[in-house]
């Protein structure tokens, strides 16, 4: 059987753990996680913190080698450079970390983001070399009067729009029904799989199937690790966007219930 897509159990912190907190809370979790991704070739973990703490984590990360521990910030800017106060520029981000969550539901809702911005940001860190994870989804009142396919279709269109063939391969989506984050009302493993799927679909009419095959998609919405088994052995679903779990051990737990998970699928 052909390797699976590496998997990607991110952890998104949201504004908690500013330097001193993230040092004590990476030092806490590091040996654990290092050992679990070690034992998997097709798992890559990636921390999340506030952009605040992205050195402070670069530098623990630095100090000892590491197998597929990555860094990640929660949002740039798509400009290169100039009088935006408050955002941090692609190319600063890439200094320290190597993905960057972008359209997390957080964003558009309070900060009103569009599709458009976030295809911009989106650009902006592909030419940068940060690997983008695209956050899309329905809300209470779109997924209860059954709107959720002409949301995903229409975030899709347009927050995943104008990649190269070749850089449609970076990039990561994570479904997030936003009426399941930080509820703990998730959506059901077939739910997510049903959406995920329209997403990979609509991901290959616009960049093939190549394209379409390659992109990981990741669940998103309070994932535990009582659940992430039950959403990993969906074919379409390659690993979890973590939000309120990340700032505990459970994360390594989740990431444990991963490897188990994808090593029993691909038997």
Not at 47 to 72: F, H, Y
Not at 161 to 184: D, R
Not at 220 to 230: A, F, I, L, Q, R
């Amino acid at each position: 059987m052909a390797h699976p897509r590496t998997a990607i159990i991110a952890g998104n912190w949201k504004m908690n753990y500013g330097p001193k907190e993230a040092a004590a809370f990476v030092h806490e979790i590091l040996p654990a996680l290092k050992d679990v991704v070690s034992s998997y070739p097709y798992i890559l973990g990636v921390l999340c913190p506030p952009a605040i703490s992205l050195t402070t984590v670069r530098a623990i990360l630095d100090e000892q080698p590491l197998t597929r521990i990555e860094l990640g910030a929660q949002n740039i800017y798509f400009a290169e450079k100039g009088a935006f106060t408050g955002e941090t520029a692609p190319s600063m981000v890439r200094e320290v970390a190597t993905n960057v969550i972008l359209g997390h539901s957080e964003r558009r809702t309070y900060f009103g983001e569009t599709d458009e911005l976030v295809n911009k940001k989106a650009l902006a860190a592909l030419k940068h070399g940060l690997r983008p994870i695209i956050c899309i989804g329905e809300n209470l009142d779109e997924y209860e009067s059954n709107q959720t396919e002409q949301v995903i279709r229409t975030q899709v269109k347009g927050s995943l729009a104008n990649f190269s063939a070749q850089l449609a391969s970076e990039v990561v989506v994570a479904y997030e029904p936003i009426w399941a984050i930080g509820t703990g009302r998730a959506a059901t493993a077939e739910g997510a799989g049903k959406v995920i799927h329209l997403i990979r679909t609509l991901y290959g009419e616009m960049y093939g199937d190549e394209g379409a095959n390659a992109l990981r998609i990741l669940y998103g919405g309070s994932v535990t690790s009582s659940n992430t088994s039950e959403f990993l052995a969906h074919p379409d679903i390659d690993g979890a966007l973590v939000g309120g779990a990340s700032l505990k051990p459970d994360f390594v737990e989740i990431a444990r219930n991963t490897v188990e998970t994808m090593s029993q699928t691909v038997q």
